[in-house]
Structures are given as C-alpha cells and as structure tokens.
C-alpha cells in the first residue's frame, strides 16, 4: 500500500522560508513526484514537479522561491519554499504517479501553509 505523509506547513510571515517534507512508504522512488495546491473554492494546481530522472519543473508564480528534490535513499520528496508571500497560503499535498499522470496517482493528505503579511 502506497502512502504519503506530508509535513513541515505552519504559520510564517512574508518573505520568509518553509520546508516541507512527503514521506513515502510502499514503494521505490521510481514514479513522477509533484507538489500541489489548493485554496478554498479553487481548483487544486500543480506547482512543481520532479520525474523519475530527476527533471524539474515549477509554475511560473513559484519559479526562482521554491525548489523542489528527493532523497531517494529515504524515500522522502521535499519542498523549499522561500521568499513567501500572502498568496502562497494554501494546503499543500504531495503527489506520485507514473508518467506524471497525478489525477490516477497517489495523493498525501495535505498540510496547511499561512503566510501572515
């Protein structure tokens, strides 16, 4: 059984850094991983991404403040989110899938970000 735990939301101000953490279990690194988010009465979206080569990709509102790596080894996708701003307060969830097809993958449960101005 696949399963991600997300960590690491809290409360911060402006311009400051968060990182979060997806712990996996059930499974090997070899699936697309993603970063997600989603504000109340809006669509979740797709904020970056990392393939099983290791290629990443970010939406342009987060390109430049949020990276996105993997430790293989520990099976553990992470988030470093710096620079935040207001907009960025969000739940966030991780995500696995093959060929980055998330709405069929597997999807944690989410952790709350705030960014007070």
């Known amino acids: 059984q696949v399963q991600l735990v997300e960590s690491g939301g809290g409360s911060v101000q402006a311009g400051g850094s968060l990182r979060l953490s997806c712990a996996a279990s059930?499974?090997?690194?070899?699936?697309?991983t993603g970063w997600f988010r989603q504000t109340p009465g809006k669509e979740r979206e797709e904020i970056a991404r990392?393939?099983?080569?290791?290629?990443?990709y970010y939406e342009d509102s987060v390109k430049g403040r949020f990276t996105i790596s993997k430790d293989s080894a520990n099976n553990t996708l992470y988030l470093q989110m710096n620079s935040l701003k207001p907009e960025d307060s969000a739940m966030y969830y991780c995500?696995?899938?093959?060929?980055?097809?998330?709405?069929?993958?597997?999807w944690g449960q989410g952790t709350q970000v705030t960014v007070s101005s």
């Open positions: 995500a696995a899938a093959t060929l980055c097809k998330f709405r069929s993958g597997y």
């Open positions: 990392i393939t099983s080569f290791g290629n990443s």
């Open positions: 059930g499974y090997k690194f070899r699936y697309c």
